[in-house]
C-alpha cells in the first residue's frame, strides 16, 4: 500500500509484533520522518519513508506527533487507534478521581445488576459488585484482589456486561492448567445457558465464545490465537497475569503483548501482582494500558513515598483483601534453629569456595549458588545428588562438582550417619505435635529431593506427596482431604502454589525453606487460608530457617518484597507478612535416635 494512494502524509501501523510502531511516509515528508523518528529514544529509520517506534514510548509521547507538518494528513491503522483512544480514555478517567470529580461514564455498584444482559444468573457479593463497578468504569482493568475473592466471576461478569452492550462477543483466557476447571464451571453456572468454551490443546473451536489457553502454549498459537481474536470484537483476559511478569523480555509476556492490541478490552487478574518490586507492575500494567501504565507506576515510585504511590495507583486496579473477606488472621510464626557442629563445618567451607568464584555479572551462576546455599543450609548431602529432573527448568542443578578423596566430600557423605538436618528434625517435631492433635499438615519445601527424603522420614503418617514427577496428582490429593490416615502433604510451591484449595481439611503449614519469590509464597499461603473458612478456625504457619546461612538473607529479601507490595495495593495484612514472630524451636537438642524414640511413644497412645 502506498500512502500516497490513501492520501496520508503519515501512516501508523503496528509491526508483526505489536510491541513496536511502524510510520510511514512520502516522499515529500522524508526528511521529517527522519526528524520525528530522532526525537523518539527507541526510534529508527527501516528504510527512506518508513520508521520504527516503541509502542509504549510512542503512547508516552503522544504530543510529539503534533509536530508533524501535515496533521490532518495523519492516518492510523484501526486496531491502533482503538488502542490509542481507549489508553487516553483511561487516562483520563484516572486523572479526574485523583482529582475528585466525577468522570463521565462512571458506574456504580448499584448500576451493575441492570447491566448484566439477560442470561447472567450468578450470584455476586457485594466487594464484586464493588470490583465490577470499578472496572466497567475503565475501558481496560486490572483486579489484584485476593484468591478466594472471586476474581473469575467478577471477570465474567465485566465480560457479560459488554456482550450486553454488544461491545465484545468473544473472550480468551489465558491462564495455568490448574485453573481450567475453575472456568469451566463459572462459564457453565453464571448464564442461564453454559457458554460455549473450549480448551486449546491441539484442536480449534473456531465458534467458541471462551476460548481456553494455558501461557507454555501461547508462544507457538499466536497466528491462531490472534485470527480468532480479530475474528470478532473480543476480550483478552490474563489470569495469575503474574505470570507474564517480566513483560516482553519474557516468552509468555512477548506473547501476551502481541495478542493485547487486537482486543477490545484487556484485563489482568492476580492477587501478587509486583511480587519482586515496582518492576513487575510496570509489565503487568504496561500490557493493560500501553505506554501510560508503565509510566505511571514508574512516576508514582520515583519519590519513594509508597503510601503516596498507592493513591496514585489505586484507581488502575481493583483489590478485595482477606479483611475484607471476613478471614481470620492467619498465626505465622518464624523459627530459627542451630546448626549442628560439621552441617556448619560444611556450610562454611562451601561458602568459602562459593565466594570465590563468585562474579556479579554472572546472574545464571549466582541464581545456582544461591539455591546450593539454600540445600546446604537445609542438608549438604542433597548437594551431592543435585536437584532432581523434576524440579522446575531453574532448580535443576547438577551434582555439586567435589573431589571424592577431599575431606569435604567425605563430610558431606558421611553427615546423615551423625547429624539429622534440624530442619527436618524441626519439620518432623511439629508434624508429630499436629497428629497428636488430629490437625493435618501442609509441608512445603523447594526441592524435591527434600521432599523425598522427608516422605521416607514421615513414613507412619502416610504422607501424600505432590511435585513435578508426581504420576497420580489427583489421587495424592484426594488422600489427603479424605484419608483420616494421610495426616501430611508434602508438596513444593512451584507445582502446587495456584489453584488448589485446602482450607477445608489443613489448617497448619510448614516451610522447611523459602527461596527469594515472594509470589509463590503468598500463593502457597492461600491454600490453607482462604475464603471459606469456618469462623474462629487457628490457621497456623511455620517458617524454618538456619541462623547465619542464606535463610536469613532470604527472610530479609522477602521482607522487603511483602512491605512493598502492602503499601502499593493499601493492603496491611500482606504488609504483617513481613514482619513474622519469632520463636523458639521445639527439637532443639533432640538427637536422631530421641526423635524416633517420641515418635514411637506418640504413635502407641
Known amino acids: 500500500m502506498t500512502d500516497a494512494a490513501t492520501g496520508a502524509s503519515l501512516h501508523l501501523g503496528f509491526d508483526e509484533t505489536r510491541t513496536r510502531v511502524v510510520l510511514r511516509t512520502t516522499s515529500a515528508y522524508q526528511q521529517d520522518l527522519v526528524q520525528l523518528a530522532a526525537r523518539f529514544r527507541t526510534g529508527g529509520q527501516l528504510g527512506p519513508l518508513t520508521a520504527s517506534i516503541a509502542l509504549d514510548e510512542l503512547l508516552a509521547g503522544l504530543t510529539v506527533l503534533s509536530s508533524w507538518p501535515h496533521r490532518e494528513g495523519v492516518e492510523w491503522a484501526p486496531e491502533l487507534r482503538n488502542l490509542v483512544a481507549g489508553v487516553v480514555k483511561d487516562a483520563n478517567t484516572v486523572k479526574e478521581r485523583l482529582s475528585g470529580g466525577q468522570p ?13 444482559g439477560d442470561s447472567w444468573t450468578g450470584e455476586l457479593s457485594t466487594f464484586q459488585l464493588r470490583d465490577i463497578a470499578k472496572l466497567l468504569s475503565l475501558q481496560h482493568g486490572a483486579n489484584f484482589s485476593v484468591p478466594g475473592a472471586g476474581k473469575t466471576r467478577v471477570a465474567l461478569a465485566v465480560y457479560a456486561a ?28 453464571c448464564f442461564s445457558y453454559p457458554l460455549r468454551t473450549h480448551v486449546l490443546d491441539g484442536s480449534m473451536d473456531q465458534w467458541a465464545e471462551v476460548l481456553i489457553v494455558n501461557y507454555e502454549r501461547l508462544d507457538r498459537s499466536l497466528a491462531t490465537l490472534a485470527s480468532w481474536l480479530k475474528a470478532g470484537p473480543s476480550m483478552i483476559i490474563l489470569d495469575e497475569a503474574h505470570r507474564m511478569k517480566l513483560g516482553a523480555r519474557g516468552t509468555y509476556g512477548a506473547a501476551c503483548m502481541a495478542l493485547g492490541p487486537l482486543a477490545e478490552r484487556r484485563m489482568i487478574l492476580t492477587g501478587t501482582p509486583a511480587p519482586n518490586g515496582s518492576k513487575d507492575l510496570e509489565n503487568l500494567l504496561g500490557f493493560v494500558w500501553p505506554g501510560h501504565g508503565q509510566r505511571t507506576v514508574v512516576q508514582a515510585v520515583a519519590g519513594g513515598d509508597l503510601s503516596y504511590a498507592s493513591s496514585v ?10 479483611q475484607e473477606l471476613g478471614l481470620p488472621p492467619v498465626q505465622l510464626k518464624m523459627r530459627y534453629v542451630d546448626m549442628p557442629p560439621l552441617h556448619n563445618e560444611i556450610y562454611s567451607s562451601l561458602v568459602g569456595g562459593m565466594s570465590r568464584g563468585a ?12 539455591l546450593r546455599l539454600l540445600m546446604a543450609a537445609t542438608s549438604p548431602a542433597l548437594l551431592l545428588e543435585g536437584g532432581s529432573r523434576y524440579e522446575p527448568l531453574a ?18 557423605q558421611n553427615l546423615p550417619d551423625y547429624e539429622l538436618s534440624p530442619k527436618f528434625k524441626e519439620a518432623v517435631a511439629i508434624i508429630a505435635e499436629n497428629a497428636a492433635r488430629g490437625r ?5 519445601t523447594t526441592f524435591v529431593r527434600s521432599l523425598t527424603t522427608l516422605e521416607q522420614m514421615l513414613g507412619k503418617y502416610s504422607p501424600a506427596v505432590v511435585y513435578g514427577g508426581t ?23 512451584a507445582t502446587l502454589g495456584e489453584g488448589i484449595s485446602l482450607h477445608h481439611v489443613c489448617h497448619d503449614a510448614v516451610y522447611v525453606d523459602r527461596d527469594f519469590m515472594a509470589g509463590r509464597f503468598l500463593q502457597s499461603l492461600d491454600r490453607i487460608h482462604r475464603l471459606g473458612l469456618a469462623p474462629g478456625t487457628d490457621t497456623r504457619v511455620t517458617v524454618l530457617g538456619v541462623r547465619n546461612t542464606i535463610d536469613e538473607v532470604v527472610a530479609a529479601r522477602l521482607d522487603q518484597k511483602l512491605e512493598f507490595m ?12 513481613a514482619d513474622l514472630q519469632e520463636e523458639p524451636s521445639v527439637a532443639a537438642g533432640l538427637a536422631p535416635a530421641d526423635i524416633e524414640a517420641l515418635l514411637r511413644h506418640m504413635g502407641s497412645r
Open 104 to 116: 463521565q461514564g462512571e458506574v456504580s455498584a448499584s448500576d451493575v445488576p441492570g447491566m448484566l
Open 162 to 189: 459488554q456482550r450486553s452492550q454488544g461491545r465484545v462477543s468473544r473472550v480468551l483466557v489465558v491462564c495455568p492448567k490448574s485453573a481450567y476447571e475453575s472456568w469451566r464451571h463459572e462459564t457453565a453456572v
Open 313 to 322: 495507583l489505586r484507581p488502575l486496579f481493583s483489590r478485595t483483601t482477606k
Open 359 to 370: 562474579g556479579r555479572e554472572d546472574l545464571s551462576s549466582l541464581g545456582k549458588t544461591a
Open 395 to 412: 532448580y535443576q542443578l547438577p551434582p555439586l562438582d567435589i573431589p571424592q578423596g577431599s575431606s569435604l566430600y567425605s563430610l558431606m
Open 440 to 444: 493435618k499438615t501442609l509441608v512445603w
Open 471 to 493: 504420576p497420580d496428582r489427583e489421587e495424592q490429593l484426594r488422600r489427603f482431604r479424605e484419608d483420616p490416615g494421610c495426616m501430611v502433604l508434602i508438596s513444593n510451591p
Open 566 to 577: 502492602g503499601k502499593i495495593l493499601d493492603d496491611p495484612t500482606v504488609q504483617q507478612l
